[in-house]
């Protein structure tokens, strides 16, 4: 868990905005408002969630799954592709 303790500002910092989006949605259909700025508020919430799930991924494949020092240059392309191919699914 050391990357998430490194990082734990920033990740907090994030998981609040993302907090403050879904209170938004809330608020939206409270006052029912038009389902277009609903759905473009919901949109925004899952890219909000998307991208802090690719960073505690990538934090987690370079910590736990791989070891920080490899100096394979085969294996460190391999993983820096996984986390290309991670990032580019969470889109």
Not at 26 to 46: G, M, P, V
């Amino acid at each position: 868990m050391a990357h998430t303790i490194h990082d734990k500002v920033k990740l907090l910092a994030r998981v609040r905005r993302i907090r403050g989006q879904v209170e938004g949605v809330e608020r939206l259909l409270e006052e029912e408002k038009d389902c277009n700025l609903i759905l473009q508020t919901i949109a925004s919430c899952r890219g909000a969630i998307d991208s802090l799930m690719a960073e505690v991924m990538e934090g987690h494949i370079r910590t736990h799954v791989v070891d920080p020092k490899e100096k394979n240059a085969e294996r460190v392309e391999a993983v820096e592709q996984l986390i290309d191919v991670i990032r580019a699914y969470l889109k």
